[in-house]
């Protein structure tokens, strides 16, 4: 069964949205399966440490190697699955990385937080750093979701209509064509008449062309 494992600081904020819609369907039917395990129960001292001041100084504070090591090797086997670091520093998440991320066993992640996590364990454990969007979050957790929830919605059964993905926007390197449904009409505005002729052929040619069309108006980079 696919699984997801976090490792976090914060394991209360899971499952959260990811019980709900698809993905808490597919999660409460058995489709998938979501462990999260609390950073801070491998800390050895009596505050339950996890942090320290940064070599060298400067703000705030990180993530310690030893005890991310301790968690991360306390989740006991994990041969063959993705070692994920959220970190705005990271490569960015695409969808044919998320495509590729669903085909497997399913992903451990580990959730930053503070200023970041000592370099040495990142290195040790051969963490892969992972970002969802070029801006900065208060920790990693909602990025884990954002990267959960768009692997989960392409495992087997979770989503109704199987070619649903299959023309969504980055499925072929483009943007997603307009959508339209009933009324016919709505405040003037009408639906685009090829649409309604029936014709499939025409329908695919028009949607090919607003893709590319919004394509190069909103997301050049991807042409």
Not at 195 to 213: F, Y
Request: negative net charge.
């Amino acid at each position: 069964m696919w699984t997801a494992t976090v490792l976090t600081l914060f394991p209360d904020m899971f499952p959260g949205p990811l019980a709900a819609s698809l993905a808490g369907k597919a999660l409460a039917t058995g489709l998938w399966q979501l462990e999260t395990r609390d950073i801070r129960d491998a800390a050895t001292d009596r505050h339950r440490s996890v942090d320290d001041t940064p070599s060298g100084g400067g703000a705030g504070m990180v993530l310690r190697a030893d005890v991310l090591a301790r968690a991360f090797d306390g989740l006991g086997e994990t041969q063959g699955r993705p070692r994920l670091l959220m970190s705005p520093r990271g490569a960015p998440l695409t969808q044919a990385r998320v495509a590729e991320l669903a085909q497997g066993p399913g992903p451990v992640i580990v959730c930053g937080r503070f200023e970041g996590v000592d370099q040495r364990v990142i290195e040790a454990r051969n963490f892969d750093e992972v970002s969802v969007g070029d801006y900065v979050l208060s920790g990693g957790e909602l990025a884990a979701m954002v990267l959960i929830d768009a692997c989960v919605r392409l495992l087997p059964g979770v989503m109704g209509n199987t070619t649903s993905s299959q023309a969504e926007s980055f499925s072929d390197g483009l943007l997603e064509y307009p959508q339209y449904t009933r009324p016919a009409e709505f405040r003037g505005m009408k639906v685009p008449e090829v649409l309604l002729s029936g014709n499939h052929a025409e329908i695919a040619r028009w949607r090919g062309e607003q893709a590319k069309l919004r394509t190069t108006e909103r997301r050049p980079d991807l042409l």
